[in-house]
C-alpha cells in the first residue's frame, strides 16, 4: 500500500484516520460524542440505500459508547 511506502504502518494509519474522524464528529469540542454528533457521523458515513433506523443508530451509539 502507498503509505507504507512513506513509512507508515498500517496501525498508524488506522490510529491517525480514527482521531481525524473523531475530531471532525466532536463538533463543540469537548472531547466526548454526543448521540447528536455521533448520529451525524454514522449516517455520513453509510451508503443513502443502506441508513439504519434511529433506533439501530442508538443501540449501536450505546454497545459503542460502553465497549
Sequence with gaps: PKFQMHGVSPR???EA????CFEDADVNHDGV???DE???????CMPQDEQMS???VLRLFH???WA
Excluded at 484516520?17 to 481525524?20: G, K, L, M
Excluded at 448520529?39 to 455520513?44: A, D, P, S, T
Design 12 to 14: 498508524a494509519m488506522a
Design 17 to 20: 484516520t480514527a482521531v481525524q
Design 33 to 35: 460524542l454526543s448521540f
Design 38 to 44: 455521533y448520529e451525524v457521523l454514522i449516517r455520513e
Design 54 to 56: 434511529p433506533q439501530q
Design 63 to 65: 454497545m459503542v459508547r
